[in-house]
């Protein structure tokens, strides 16, 4: 599975981006696909996860109401489109797609398996 990110920009605080994620290769072994963050100086943390199946979505708290996933099976692709973006948004965003199906611990970054090279968001206030 090879994982391509786009969409990163920078924007000022309130305003909203989409990020796109091209899956190609071994596309029916995900099950999930997810969306990650890594702010400066920090570790790498889940934000958004999409069950591929029934399209059921999971969103960090930081993210809730703001970000939404989202998978375009024709196009083999998932969004997160970002609204009011504030400065602790800040991160290069990477996707990642997961195997494993069951339903625990959809954000975890230590069950998805391939990623992709990352997209740098950046929020001015």
């Known amino acids: 599975v090879q994982l391509v990110e786009s969409g990163g920009d920078s924007v000022q605080a309130g305003g909203s981006l989409r990020l796109s994620c091209v899956i190609s290769?071994?596309?029916?072994?995900?099950?999930?696909m997810g969306w990650f963050r890594r702010a400066p100086g920090k570790g790498r943390v889940g934000v958004a996860s999409?069950?591929?199946?029934?399209?059921?979505?999971y969103y960090d708290d930081s993210v809730k109401g703001r970000f939404t996933i989202s998978h375009d099976n024709a196009k083999n692709t998932v969004y997160l489109q970002m609204d009011s973006l504030t400065p602790e948004d800040t991160a290069v965003y990477y996707c990642?797609?997961?195997?494993?199906?069951?339903?625990?611990?959809?954000?975890?970054?230590?069950?998805?398996?391939?990623w992709g090279q990352g997209t740098q968001v950046t929020v001015s206030s």
């Open positions: 999409i069950y591929i199946s029934d399209a059921s979505t």
């Open positions: 290769g071994d596309t029916y072994r995900i099950r999930y």
């Open positions: 990642a797609s997961r195997e494993r199906g069951d339903t625990a611990i959809p954000l975890s970054e230590y069950t998805y398996r391939n």
